[in-house]
Structures are given as C-alpha cells and as structure tokens.
Nanobody, 123 residues
Framework: QVQLVESGGGLVQPGGSMRLSCAASGRTFGSYAMGWFRQAPGKEREFVAAISWSGVNTYYGDSVKGRFTISRNNAKNTLYLQTISLTPEDTAVYYC????????????????WGQGTQVTVSS
C-alpha cells in the first residue's frame, strides 16, 4: 500500500508556471506506475500525465502535451509535474495516483490517490 500527498498548488497568472509534487510513503514507490489527473468543477476527472515505474516511459494528455512534464525520483519517493504556459483552462484540483503494473490513462485503473492540490490560473 502507498499513501500519496500532493503539494505545490496555488494561484498563478496566465502564462506562468508551477511545479507540483507528490510525496509517497512506503518502500515500494519504485514499483508503481504513477499518474497525474485533474478535475475542474462540474467536469469529469481528466488524465494529465503518466510515468512508468522506471521513469523511462511518459505519456501526456493532448491538452497538456508540450507544456507539462512528468518526472519522478524513486530515491526520494516523489513524483513531479512541471507546468508552463498555464491558462485558465488548467484550473483544477490536481491529483496524483499510483498503480502496480504498467501505466494507464483511465482513473478507474489506479489503486491509490492523494487528496489533491488546487491550481488556479487567473489574473
């Protein structure tokens, strides 16, 4: 089992950048595929990015491709999401999630979730 805690959210102006972190408990973080999802009010949870347990393979949702970068440091049990060129459409609660096995883009295929961190893009 793994527990996840996101941090790094807040208010940012359009065009700005932000780095989200997800700290994982336990000794087996390196065996989990990880993902970032987001959910805006009144919308379904949306896939943002995913990374394999080794960090070699990464995947991105179409709306963030080229602007967001997912990475992980298994020695520090931490997942990251670097964002740039943010727009108001990026405003959402951002969640990290973990699953054993290969990466997936569907929220229901993830086993563990953090509590989320709010990102608000506004001038």
């Amino acid at each position: 089992q793994v527990q996840l805690v996101e941090s790094g959210g807040g208010l940012v102006q359009p065009g700005g950048s932000m780095r989200l972190s997800c700290a994982a408990s336990g000794r087996t973080f390196g065996s989990y595929a990880m993902g970032w999802f987001r959910q805006a009010p009144g919308k379904e949870r949306e896939f943002v990015a995913a990374i394999s347990w080794s960090g070699v393979n990464t995947y991105y949702g179409d709306s963030v491709k080229g602007r967001f970068t997912i990475s992980r440091n298994n020695a520090k049990n931490t997942l990251y999401l670097q964002t740039i060129s943010l727009t108001p459409e990026d405003t959402a609660v951002y969640y990290c999630a973990a699953r054993r096995g290969t990466t997936r883009t569907i929220p229901d295929e993830y086993d563990y979730w953090g509590q989320g961190t709010q990102v608000t893009v506004s001038s």
